[in-house]
């Protein structure tokens, strides 16, 4: 069976064949081998409170959109997710217990995601999750994980100001994102006015609101515009027209999912040239996945503020991007939330390692200062505040779908997803 073809709802773990084939030296390389036996790790042990964990496996939850306007951005979280358990597999898993997990489809749909986190915490008692993408959907589950003392490993950049002891937050924060993204601009490339672009849901009305007051009140420029659209939208003309009038120096656009498929073309065929950098846009939602259906011709020129390009140049990253072409298809594409949710198995991982234990309360407290050396973004760790210390990027879009990266933090920056002044 094809890891991708595993029927969602289903209990699966992934074959060893599929991984080795297309990871081994990476795993061979980075992912030595630990050599912790289950036998020295009683069950009755290490799951004291009846999760999914036996002598042998233990069952973790993935829930994401595959279906819907946001699977064009979920699928890669996806199959992040699973290469890293495959990879973890091949090295003896996890306290000598292999993963195995139960795939659950959100659908694009907030109330969905809320039942299907209730089903994999309280029927199939899932030891963690990997999940969700928007911030609709995190808000939707937050209360359901914390009600039943789950533990969810959310990779996509978002908003802040929120920290839950039920979540470890892989993605980056306003201030890593946001506000570092408008301070390059305005330093950089000397902006002075700008106009905010969205989806009509949490995460961009939430980051325009912390742009909004960055911009005025803290770098003394001037907003011209906002508007947000809904979820699918896909009528764009009314918005460029009011672009060519206002003339903004940045288009600051948050636009997400299959919407970005006709913002990007119909700014192209409006004449915007994004190569021209007049005016220049500056994106934080779209991705070497997104460009996948955008079409690199027609976003090429464009900035994003991330922490992850698939076109890094490291040997965390390099073998990370051979692998994941090796096991998905050569023609793939990797961005920076698929990255981020590449990161929570390992994280996982090695928390319970810390811990000793697959219960959730000790695996929490286990969780701040653990490291991860070999991440493709380079080297992170886990903050007290749950949330990961991780280097700011800007890419400019090529021709091709990928990113060159044009600036980047000498070192990592600290996340504060309650920063002062922007609540």
């Not at 969602?8 to 599929?18: E, T, V």
């Not at 084939?21 to 289950?38: W, Y």
Request: with cysteine; proline share 4%.
């Amino acid at each position: 069976m094809n890891d991708d073809k595993a029927p969602l709802g289903s209990r699966f773990r992934p074959s060893r064949r599929s991984v080795l084939q297309g990871s081994a030296a990476l795993t061979a390389s980075l992912f030595a081998p630990k050599g912790l036996l289950a036998s020295d790790f009683p069950t009755d042990q290490v799951n004291t409170t009846g999760l999914a964990v036996t002598d042998d496996t233990v069952t973790i939850g993935i829930l994401h959109s595959i279906t819907g306007t946001m699977a064009i951005s979920e699928t890669g979280s996806v199959q992040a997710e699973k290469l890293a358990i495959a990879q973890i597999n091949a090295q003896g898993g996890i306290l000598g217990r292999q993963i195995e997990y139960i795939q659950e489809d959100g659908a694009s749909d907030w109330p969905t995601f809320a039942e299907k986190a209730r089903k994999l915490l309280v029927n199939d008692r899932v030891a963690s999750v990997m999940g969700c993408w928007t911030s609709a959907s995190r808000k939707a589950v937050l209360p359901v994980f914390e009600q039943h003392n789950g533990f969810l490993y959310y990779p996509t950049f978002y908003e802040g100001l929120e920290q839950s002891p039920n979540v470890i937050y892989t993605g980056q924060e306003a201030t890593q994102q946001i506000i570092a993204g408008l301070d390059w601009v305005a330093r950089e490339k000397g902006a002075e006015t700008f106009y905010l672009l969205g989806s009509d849901y949490i995460w961009p009305r939430t980051s325009n609101k912390i742009a909004r007051i960055h911009i005025e009140e803290f770098l003394g420029k001037e907003v011209v515009g906002e508007e947000y659209y809904p979820l699918g939208h896909t009528q764009f003309n009314s918005v460029m027209n009011k672009i060519r009038l206002r003339r903004p120096d940045v288009i600051y656009a948050i636009v997400v999912g299959g919407s970005n498929v006709a913002f990007y073309r119909q700014l192209k065929a409006a004449g915007i040239d994004m190569t021209e950098e007049s005016p220049l846009l500056l994106t934080i939602s779209v991705t070497e996945d997104e460009i996948r259906g955008i079409g690199g011709e027609n976003i090429v020129g464009a900035y994003a503020c991330m922490k992850y390009f698939q076109s890094l140049e490291n040997e965390n990253n390099l073998a990370f991007v051979q692998a994941f072409k090796e096991m998905w298809g050569e023609d793939m594409v990797i961005g920076d939330v698929t990255q981020a949710a590449y990161l929570g198995p390992w994280l996982y991982k090695f928390a319970v390692e810390q811990a000793g234990s697959f219960d959730v309360d000790q695996v929490r407290a286990a969780s701040p200062g653990i490291e991860f050396n070999e991440a493709p973004e380079g080297y992170v760790r886990i903050h007290e505040n749950h949330h990961l210390w991780s280097k700011t990027r800007v890419g400019r879009a090529r021709d091709d779908g990928q990113y060159d990266v044009v600036f980047e933090t000498e070192d990592l920056v600290e996340p504060d997803p309650f920063p002062e002044g922007y609540q």
